[in-house]
C-alpha cells in the first residue's frame, strides 16, 4: 500500500503507541522527563515526519516499509525529534541520554515489528 492513505495509516498507527513509550519512559526516572502533553505532541511529531520522510523515500524508490531498515530509520527520526523538541516544549526535559535512547531503541523495536506484520498482512 503506498500513496496518501498508506502515510495516513502509517501516522495512526505508530502515533498513539509512540505516545505511551515516551510517556512510560518518562516515568522511569532515565534521564527523560515528560509530561502527558508534550509526549502526544512528540508522539505525533515523530509518526508525522518518518512518515513523510518514508513517504518521500518510496517515490524515490527506496523501501523503507518493513523490516530493520524501516527500524533503525525510525530510531533515528524519533532520537532527532526528541533533541529538537527539548529545546522547544517546556515539559520535555533530557538530564540523561539513556532515557532518550531506550526510548528511541522501543519505537523503533515497534515500528519494525510494526512493519513486518502490516507487511504480512496487506501483502
Known amino acids: 500500500m503506498s500513496g496518501l492513505l498508506g502515510l495516513l495509516i502509517a501516522i495512526a498507527i505508530?502515533?498513539?503507541?509512540?505516545?505511551?513509550?515516551?510517556?512510560?519512559?518518562?516515568?522511569?526516572n532515565l534521564g527523560l522527563e515528560v509530561d502527558f502533553g508534550s509526549a502526544i505532541i512528540t508522539g505525533f511529531m515523530i509518526a508525522i515526519v518518518g512518515g513523510i520522510l518514508t513517504f518521500l523515500f518510496s517515490t524515490a524508490g527506496v523501501q523503507l516499509?518493513?523490516?530493520?531498515i524501516g527500524g533503525v530509520f525510525h530510531l533515528i527520526v524519533s532520537l532527532v525529534i526528541l533533541m529538537i523538541n527539548t529545546r522547544y516544549l517546556n515539559g520535555l526535559k533530557v538530564t540523561g541520554y539513556v532515557g532518550v535512547l531506550?526510548?528511541?531503541i522501543a519505537?523503533?523495536?515497534f515500528y519494525w515489528l510494526g512493519g513486518l506484520l502490516l507487511g504480512r498482512i496487506f501483502n
Open 102 to 104: 531506550v526510548a528511541s
Open 65 to 68: 516499509g518493513e523490516g530493520l
Open 14 to 28: 505508530v502515533a498513539m503507541p509512540s505516545v505511551i513509550i515516551l510517556w512510560v519512559v518518562g516515568k522511569l
Open 107 to 109: 519505537i523503533g523495536g
